[in-house]
T-cell receptor, first 116, second 114 residues
Framework: NAGVMQNPRHLVRRRGQEARLRCSPM?????VYWYRQLPEEGLKFMVY????????ESGMPKERFSAEFPKEGPSILRIQQVVRGDSAAYFC??????????????FGPGTRLTVT | AQSVTQLDSQVPVFEEAPVELRCNYS??????LFWYVQYPNQGLQLLLK??????LVESINGFEAEFNKSQTSFHLRKPSVHISDTAEYFC????????????FGRGTSLIVHP
């Protein structure tokens, strides 16, 4: 399967624990985006990364949230000290390098985070 | 900054009826426009896109959308829907030549009844 992979698909954490969400982009794609989806609220952009660089993190909460896309391995979205309000579906998308085709995004199946 | 408005949060229709899902955008510069579909418990999939050229674009499963610059709209239509079209549909806009990060609408839930 050459699509965008996300794991885990479902994640349950107690308040105060850490959540780590992983995303492997499509083969050949070097741009990764993270989004959060809440019921009735649509898709909210969080962060845009290229290998070893954060390009735009204007949608990331200032505290507890961080993201990385290392030279080797998947992109990681990390949420420290989770609270109930972090419960949502988190989607990763990828696109190829700089070109017109990078305006099309390919989405993974999402990670559904539940904070108890 | 650009914005997207999907006027209907939910559209119920009967099978084989036509449907139109509305999308209006706001931008002072040229844009690229997209429709994505999300089936239950899945990620978004690109349904169709407008980058340039013909203002009428079509998908492989019978949907079409028309870019109307004067009305700043990109409505999605299908002449005859199937039960399997039941899904959430998102309109998205990007600034042509600008950031790769699109702005998404809040989504329209299409519910097809037998």
């Amino acid at each position: 399967n050459a699509g965008v992979m996300q794991n885990p698909r479902h994640l349950v954490r107690r308040r105060g624990q850490e959540a780590r969400l992983r995303c492997s982009p499509m083969k050949g794609h070097s741009h990764v985006y993270w989004y959060r989806q809440l019921p009735e609220e649509g898709l909210k952009f969080m962060v845009y990364l290229q290998k070893e660089n954060i390009i735009d993190e204007s949608g990331m909460p200032k505290e507890r949230f961080s993201a990385e896309f290392p030279k080797e391995g998947p992109s990681i979205l990390r949420i420290q000290q989770v609270v109930r309000g972090d419960s949502a579906a988190y989607f990763c998308a990828s696109s190829p390098g700089p070109s017109e085709s990078s305006y099309e995004q390919y989405f993974g199946p999402g990670t559904r985070l539940t904070v108890t | 900054a650009q914005s997207v408005t999907q006027l209907d949060s939910q559209v119920p229709v009967f099978e084989e009826a036509p449907v139109e899902l509305r999308c209006n955008y706001s931008s002072s510069v040229s844009v690229y426009l997209f429709w994505y579909v999300q089936y239950p418990n899945q990620g978004l999939q690109l349904l169709l896109k407008y980058l340039s050229g013909s203002t009428l674009v079509e998908s492989i499963n019978g949907f079409e959308a028309e870019f109307n610059k004067s009305q700043t709209s990109f409505h999605l239509r299908k002449p005859s829907v199937h039960i399997s079209d039941t899904a959430e549909y998102f309109c998205a806009v990007s600034v042509a030549g600008g950031s790769y990060i699109p702005t998404f609408g809040r989504g329209t839930s299409l519910i097809v009844h037998p």
